[in-house]
């Protein structure tokens, strides 16, 4: 539908409701505007980046739709109807459409070249050098603004009706430049360079383009989608005969045949391995990101626990004397955990609710003073963990790990790059901890520095990838102390293992059922379990139960 731009209704973050003149008869009585009496009428159009240039016509593509606002035409792509006549043109350039041009440049250069003033900007910029004024500079910032506007104006008109953002058109334009549209048409599944676009948006744009699906490109991207779902799982790496089952049936999901074969799809994979975009180790398959983030996170963390020290010497009395001044008295494990934090660089403690690593944590605190030691670091993943630990501990200056290592919550975000170069260290609630957050703390501690890891070895994992904390129990190389009394039970006192023991074995029962369930459902389709509501409590239990059972793909290697 031929229209012209006629007013700003509405516009934030590339999203438009513009008001527009046409002569098209089609247009429904009640989307018209009682408020036009000329020829044609005006209606409102909604969409993504809309032109908004009254001196030239667009090409509307979409369909009406009524909603709470009356009836509006919903713009899935358009096209921009260059003016064709000289006073057109003239007014076109002279608008400022196109940085450089003025009223007086435009004047000449369409008084030079008429009807072929687009043609010439186009395809013999050139000449432009021949119009008075027009310095090899201008020309280039004239050219610039030029290309410029209308390679995004094109873009965005042809990636509108995919759903994607004018955030990330912005960001195709900025990689490929000039290029785009065709790097588009011609080769989509290179927009998976390009950080946060998705494989299944660019499959979509690939097949609307009739790309081969057997394309290498498209089999490498969809690779990356695979290993992003299973980041998303929390496992730091994937077992590589199922991912490639996985992959393949990505790849041919939505054909009525098989367009990919396991061959090509294991060609692409050695390749990427070879290329080290993958890495292979004993059956697994690691991201690039992570297998750096796991391999250096094992060295930084061996290389702080081969350093020598010297532990303090009266520690005996140090707790003893803290017992005293601090009211409490310390169960044989609690000193045992007292005692290894001041006798190794990096220690860990573990232990269930109520098992009492507050109150260590307390004399840790209490003993590193009478030490001298001025500089502690006391930090938890969350912002929740930290101020809870500022609370029990009675210091009001705990941190984030995000805020100590001068993170933020984008993955792409750099850490500072000054080290860790406290006296003593206590990270909290480290069970929440993800690889890449360890992998940025063990690298950011400087050397002679204490560490104390604290956490529950059975609490929930990290919602990122890896469960570092429980690996790091059992990888028998760091000292552990388990507390396993539970001091607010008063005088039951239950061993803690026990009871977690039972609870995660009836979790595992529980789910065994569920899932038989399910699959005799898939099998007999049994009238008796259609109901939505038990339904949703079914897969509700089968998604989260098997965060309370150990995840066997996460590991820190040793």
């Not at 390679?151 to 994607?164: E, G």
């Not at 946060?196 to 089999?219: K, Q, S, Y």
């Not at 992570?290 to 010497?313: G, I, S």
Request: include cysteine; glycine fraction near 6%.
């Amino acid at each position: 539908m031929k229209s012209r731009f006629v007013r700003t209704v509405y516009e934030k973050n590339g999203f438009c409701i513009y008001a527009y003149h046409t002569e098209d008869a089609s247009v429904p009585q009640g989307a018209r505007s009682s408020y036009y009496k000329g020829d044609g009428c005006e209606f409102t159009a909604i969409g993504n980046n809309l032109p908004a240039n009254k001196l030239s016509e667009v090409d509307l593509h979409g369909d009406w739709e009524k909603n709470s606002h009356g009836v509006q035409f919903k713009v899935d792509y358009f096209e921009e109807i260059r003016p064709q006549s000289v006073e057109g043109i003239e007014s076109y350039l002279a608008s400022g459409m196109v940085k450089g041009i003025g009223p007086k440049t435009a004047k000449l250069i369409v008084e030079k070249y008429g009807t072929r003033t687009f043609e010439i900007l186009d395809d013999y910029p050139e000449s432009l050098l021949e119009i008075k004024g027009i310095t090899r500079k201008k020309l280039d910032k004239i050219l610039s603004a030029y290309r410029d506007s209308h390679a995004v104006r094109d873009l965005a008109a042809y990636l509108t009706p995919f759903k994607v953002t004018p955030k990330k058109i912005r960001k195709i334009y900025e990689h490929f430049g000039n290029a785009a549209l065709d790097v588009v048409k011609n080769q989509p599944f290179a927009l998976c360079e390009i950080s946060g676009f998705g494989f299944l948006t660019v499959d979509e744009i690939a097949r609307a383009n009739h790309c081969r699906p057997n394309e290498p490109l498209r089999i490498e991207g969809c690779i990356g989608y695979c290993m992003e779902l299973e980041m998303q799982n929390g496992n730091l790496y994937a077992d590589k005969q199922k991912f490639q089952k996985q992959v393949h049936e990505q790849l041919n999901r939505g054909y009525a045949e098989e367009v990919v074969t396991e061959v090509e799809v294991y060609k692409v994979m050695y390749q990427m391995v070879h290329d080290k975009a993958l890495y292979y180790e004993d059956g697994a398959l690691y991201s690039a990101k992570l297998y750096h983030f796991e391999t250096q996170a094992a060295k930084d963390l061996a290389t702080l626990l081969v350093q020598t020290y010297m532990p303090p010497a009266g520690l005996e009395d140090l707790i003893t004397q803290a017992q005293k001044d601090l009211k409490l008295l310390l169960s044989d494990k609690q000193v045992e955990a007292v005692k290894k934090a001041f006798t190794n660089l990096v220690s860990i403690i573990t232990g269930g609710p109520g098992t009492g690593k507050t109150t260590v944590q307390r004399v840790l605190l209490y003993i590193s003073e009478k030490l001298g030691e001025e500089k502690i670091l006391l930090t938890a993943p969350t912002g929740r963990a930290s101020r809870r630990m500022a609370e029990s501990t009675g210091k009001s200056d705990a941190l984030t790990l995000h805020s100590a290592l001068g993170l933020n919550n984008d993955e792409e975000c750099e850490a500072a790059d000054e080290m860790l170069s406290e006296d003593f260290i206590i990270a909290d609630e480290f069970t929440m901890a993800d690889m890449r957050l360890s992998y940025e703390l063990f690298k950011h501690i400087e050397e002679g520095v204490r560490v104390v890891i604290v956490g529950d070895v059975d609490q929930l994992p990290s919602v990122g990838p890896g469960n570092v904390f429980r690996e790091l129990v059992l990888c028998g190389v760091i000292p552990v102390t388990t507390l396993d009394m539970v001091f607010r039970q008063g005088t039951q006192q239950t061993p803690i293992r026990c009871r977690r023991m039972i609870r995660i074995w009836i979790m595992e029962m529980i789910l065994s059922s569920v899932r038989r369930i399910l699959q005799r459902k898939r099998q007999t389709r049994l009238r008796n379990i259609t109901d939505p509501l038990w339904m949703r409590m079914a897969l509700t239990m089968c998604r989260y139960l098997p965060r309370f059972v150990r995840r066997e793909k996460q590991a820190l290697m040793p």
